[in-house]
């Protein structure tokens, strides 16, 4: 039985063919849970997503985001030498993930069926933009095109500014549901015994119409289209953001009949609020919102927000506290529960926060994040390769230049 301690997906080998987010997102989740993860790049650069700034000592944000933990080998895919080195890798592996561009597995013989003839117990996932079979499949997917295409980004802003959500919405989600994907089909190898490969395709526009559920009832049962609310909610009211009279903003939010009395007897002091029957049933509360947004503003307006957190903390009303990027990277919240880790990168040591799960005797690995080809010779010498033979691949150039490690700055 595998040591816990060492994760529950110790000895699950996962080859990634990613970039960008989706698939590197799938992949890091694997390796916080223990799995050995294998980063295919092209030696022409590698992973685009690596030079989107330069911002984490001098390494890109979402590529450190991304990529703890993982180990990177650097093949030429478009040489028989490469393709051969990667199934001579997939033999060894359990998973293989990919996010390329529409048609590209297909090219390279690692579309369904070819995965299913030459590796047989292979658990092949591809992530792509729109899913197979419909008129947008052939196009390129990024997350702001897929939000955009799928409704997202006319239910997020207000009516005058539709924006796309900050994170990257699609490729989180979509990564995190292809990685629940792969542990749903591990799991039923574990129960079942071991059977034949695995194909998951997950696509970016199939997970934005699952997250947007709700609005997509609502349009096709009412024939309404909901106006985006900004800091608020369409479904429920009240529900908002407030300035306070230290100049903060608190956000205040009630999602039943119950929830709305306690905040306008006991924390606004207005019964008559609470007894007003435009206000009694929260259809009725949206359909006046303005009515009382203008009296909890005005209410919040008087008072700080220590006092007001307080209260609404007192009488059971949710609040919190409009927050900046800046001011998180060292919330209390985090840091009092000590959610935060170094980890290595070829830049040098950076701040993470830990994977959301916590899991009893699990501690997550927080691997480093791999410099370009840092693992190449070390994972062909694991395949069988000799020196020699990595050399002749290297000036063959199937595989790219020697990793050499960034020199410290004295």
């Given amino acids: 039985m595998l040591d816990p301690s060492a994760g529950p997906l110790a000895g699950i080998t996962v080859v990634a063919l990613e970039q960008a987010v989706s698939a590197p997102m799938c992949t890091r989740a694997l390796a916080d849970f223990g799995a050995r993860v294998i980063k295919v790049e092209n030696p022409s650069g590698g992973d685009f997503a690596r ?20 180990e990177s080998v650097t093949l030429d895919l478009k040489s028989d030498a490469g393709v051969e080195l990667l199934h001579r890798l997939l033999d060894r592996a359990d998973v293989l993930v990919s996010n390329l561009a529409p048609g590209a597995t297909a090219r390279l013989g690692l579309a369904p ?9 292979l658990i092949a996932v591809e992530i792509d933009g729109f899913g197979a079979g419909g008129p947008l ?10 939000q955009a295409e799928s409704g997202v980004c006319a239910v997020t802003g207000t009516a005058d500014s539709p924006a796309k959500p900050g994170p990257p919405m699609a490729d989180v989600t979509t990564g995190l549901y292809a990685a629940l994907s792969i542990l749903a089909t591990l799991c039923g190898r574990l129960r079942n015994g071991p059977g034949s490969g695995t194909n998951i395709a997950v696509s970016l526009f199939d997970m934005m119409a699952e997250m947007m559920g709700y609005h997509l009832n609502y349009a096709r ?39 709305w009395q ?61 927050n900046k990027p800046s001011e998180v990277i060292n ?33 997550p690995p927080m691997g480093p994040v791999p410099g370009l080809g ?18 002749t691949l290297r000036g063959s150039g199937a595989v790219g230049a020697r990793y050499q490690p960034p020199v410290e700055a004295s």
């Fill in 51 to 70: 030079y989107y700034d330069d911002v984490v000592q001098g390494q890109a944000a979402h590529f450190v985001w991304c990529n703890r933990g993982k």
């Fill in 113 to 121: 069926q070819d995965i299913s003839a030459r590796h047989p117990d």
């Fill in 137 to 146: 499949s052939h196009k390129r997917a990024y997350d702001l095109l897929v």
């Fill in 221 to 259: 049962y009412s024939g309404v289209d909901l106006v985006p609310l900004g800091m608020s909610s369409p479904a429920v009211a009240p529900y908002g953001a407030y300035r306070t009279a230290d100049d903060q903003t608190v956000v205040l939010g009630t999602t039943n009949d119950r929830e």
């Fill in 262 to 322: 306690r905040l306008s007897r006991d924390m606004l002091g207005r019964p008559d609020l609470a007894e007003d029957a435009r206000f009694l049933t929260n259809p009725g509360r949206c359909e006046h919102r303005a009515e009382l947004d203008d009296a909890i503003g005005s209410w919040c307006a008087a008072h700080d927000l220590e006092h007001i957190q307080k209260v609404a903390d007192e009488v059971g009303i949710g609040n919190s506290r409009y």
């Fill in 331 to 363: 919330h209390p919240q985090l840091v009092e529960r000590h959610r935060l880790r170094t980890i290595d990168t070829p830049g040098g040591r950076i701040v993470a926060v830990l994977p959301p799960a916590v899991i009893d005797g699990f501690e």
């Fill in 374 to 391: 840092e693992h190449t010779d070390s994972l062909l010498a694991e395949i069988g390769c000799s020196a020699a033979e990595i050399a």
